[in-house]
């Protein structure tokens, strides 16, 4: 399972501490970083076991799941902009009056009042789950939809892709993981830059030089798959195309 699926099926408890337990392994949602149990790994002075260390790693490189869950795109969380700045304030500890002076709001009732909204929002979202995890149980006929990555952007219908429809055009475009032919309409593009995607390992930086050699091997427009994978992105690059690596 790779690691957008993995943290779209993870539960409430799994996604606040950032990792799933496996059994030979604590495996980041946020990176995909797999961490061996049995071993005693060594940070600076100290020496943590594996889960220990696997929370010491998010610290270390993601600084909190709060924060790595605040910049993803707010069709993927589903907070305004207002609400974001509002919930990473109440997050740092900040009182009403600080509140209110940071983000220029008129009065500390209005402050209050987006608690309100926001405490209700989450009531709401508690009954969602709750239905849906009914409906899952009964619904038969629903398709399995491949979950978006998590760093999507501009996450519209072209994500409402089923698993059904992914395989289909992998079968027609990169029927032996080779592509034949640049796919005509956006979902297509959007599910073959998905496998492409599967090129590069997370967590490996690449030079221009190798990202286009292990693209090239697959299309020999490397220079078009390339832009794609930033522009859905799938990979992230310095501002001069030095360096690439995956999106996490």
């Known amino acids: 399972m790779d690691t957008s699926a993995m943290f779209w099926n993870a539960s409430i408890q799994e996604l ?11 495996t980041c949602l946020l990176c995909g970083k797999r961490i061996e149990k049995g071993i005693i790994y060594p ?18 490189e993601h600084v909190s799941v709060f924060d790595y869950i605040m910049k993803m795109d707010k069709k993927l969380t589903g907070l305004t902009e207002h609400q974001n700045k509002l919930l990473r304030l109440f997050y740092e500890g900040k009182n009403n009056k600080e509140i209110q ?8 009732s209005t402050i209050r009042n987006h ?14 789950l709750a239905v849906m995890e009914l409906l899952n149980e009964r619904d038969a006929h629903a398709p399995v939809v491949v979950p978006p990555h ?19 055009v992998i079968q027609k475009f990169m029927p032996e993981g080779v592509l034949l032919a640049f ?10 830059m998905r496998e492409m995607a599967k090129k590069f390992k997370a967590g490996q930086v690449y030079s221009e030089k190798e990202t286009n050699e292990i693209l090239f091997a697959v ?7 390339r832009r794609y994978l930033i522009e859905y992105g799938f990979l992230n690059r310095k501002p001069d195309g030095s360096e690439y690596w995956v999106n996490e």
């Open 115 to 128: 608690r309100f909204v926001l405490k209700e929002k989450e009531r709401q979202a508690k009954m969602f």
């Open 150 to 168: 998590k760093q999507a952007r501009m996450v519209d219908s072209r994500y409402n892709v089923t698993e059904e429809e992914q395989e289909k």
């Open 183 to 192: 796919p005509p309409k956006e979902k297509q593009r959007l599910i073959i």
């Open 43 to 60: 940070v600076e002075d100290k020496l943590y076991d594996a889960e220990r260390y696997t929370q010491a790693h998010i610290n270390q």
């Open 16 to 26: 606040k501490k950032g990792y799933v337990e496996e059994t030979d392994f604590f």
């Open 101 to 108: 002076a940071e983000m220029g709001i008129g009065s500390i």
């Open 219 to 225: 299309f020999n427009d490397y220079v078009k798959i």
